[in-house]
């Protein structure tokens, strides 16, 4: 018997992330948004991943009576004090595209002249499990991670999303966006956070959740 598990995300770029990463559970029949219908569009106004993760993970919990994974995730830049943070998304402004996003980054890196040993950054990323529990959900497990790098001023590849071109992982001479999909989920601070919340659910579900 399988168990469904709805991925709280209409971004397709960690949808296919998710899809690999989540592959080793058995036992667990992976939905996205597009298979469910209409849910609601989730504001994401926490001050921390962790609040907006879990903040998204209920609210689709209790409005499809499913099991939920949510992710929230950001850039964090040192020289910039941690921003864009948890806005990330939307840093060029709520209906930003990733190009607009990138475009304001090496901007305010330019603007205050940050030498490139002082551009290192991280990737971080909360994952937050929610069982629907009638009208009121409760979040399970939660799960965080980081992926250590620095900013490059000129971007380079085209097999990720968000912020890829631009960070180069420690270890690598090259930006996350030259990457496979496979190299990446070795590194990445969503492989590290979803490899945990894959042993929770192993033993989640092998306890007949």
Known sequence: ??????????NQGKVHEFEHLLASVDGLHVLTLLDVGETPLV?????????????????????????????????EV??????????????????????DNN???????Q???????????????????????????MVVHIEHATCEGRIRLVPSGDQGFGYDPYFEP??????????????????SHRAKASAQMCRFLVDYLAAGR
């Open 170 to 187: 420690d270890g690598f001479t090259c930006s996350m966006a030259e990457l496979s999909l496979e190299q990446k989920n070795k590194i």
């Open 78 to 99: 040192d020289a910039l004090h941690g921003q864009p943070g948890v806005h990330s998304a939307r840093y060029a402004g709520d209906t930003a595209s990733d190009a």
């Open 43 to 75: 504001v994401e106004d926490g001050d921390t991943f962790e609040a907006n993760a879990c903040k998204k993970a209920t609210e689709i919990a209790r409005a499809t009576g499913l099991l939920v994974l949510s992710d929230d995730s950001g850039l």
């Open 1 to 10: 018997m399988t168990r469904p598990l709805l991925l709280a995300t209409r």
């Open 111 to 137: 603007r205050l002249a940050v030498p490139q040993e002082r551009r290192t950054a991280r990737y971080r990323v909360v994952l937050a499990l929610a069982e629907p529990e009638g009208a009121q959900p």
């Open 103 to 109: 475009k304001r980054l090496i901007a305010e890196l």
